[in-house]
């Protein structure tokens, strides 16, 4: 009885991880967080942490590349699904972001202030 249910314990963590990893492919902390109906805006010290295997896309009109991260200036936009669904996307738009590549494949993003929006193509 004890295996059955360490076996259905193991099987329902191993679930909820993919489930949550498909749900919320990136976490965000800093000093102020606003909601508006559309999206939200963070400010002060953000920290935005991408999960390994998101394929992210960066646009920006300035590019400037050092060892451990690349900054991007004007007009960012950073751009990556939301799930596994092919039509949800997270847009994220800021003036400066610094992306940092972390030993586990995850990406790093900071900033003083960005804005997050949900799109669906």
Same mark, same amino acid.
């Given at each position: 009885? *004890? *295996? ?15 489930? /949550? ?10 000093k ?14 953000? #920290?935005? !942490? ?8 960066? /646009?920006?009109? !300035? ?12 007009? #960012? /936009? ?10 949800q ?7 400066? #972001?610094? #992306? ?10 900071? /900033?003083?202030?960005?804005?997050? !929006?949900?799109?669906?193509?």
């Open positions: 009885m *004890k *295996k059955k249910l360490a076996l259905l314990c193991s099987c329902l963590f191993i679930s909820m991880s993919i489930f /949550a990893g498909t749900i919320n492919p990136f976490t965000i902390s800093s102020y967080e606003q909601r508006y109906k559309d999206y939200k805006t963070y400010s002060g010290n953000v #920290v935005m !942490h991408i999960r390994s295997g998101t394929e992210v896309k960066i /646009a920006s009109a !300035h590019i400037q590349s050092e060892k451990q991260e690349t900054i991007y200036q004007g007009n #960012v /936009a950073v751009i990556f699904p939301f799930t596994h669904e092919k039509n996307f997270v847009v994220i738009t800021s003036d400066k #972001v610094t #992306v940092r590549k972390e030993q586990d494949n995850s990406i790093t993003l900071l /900033a003083d202030s960005i804005k997050v !929006h949900f799109e669906s193509r």
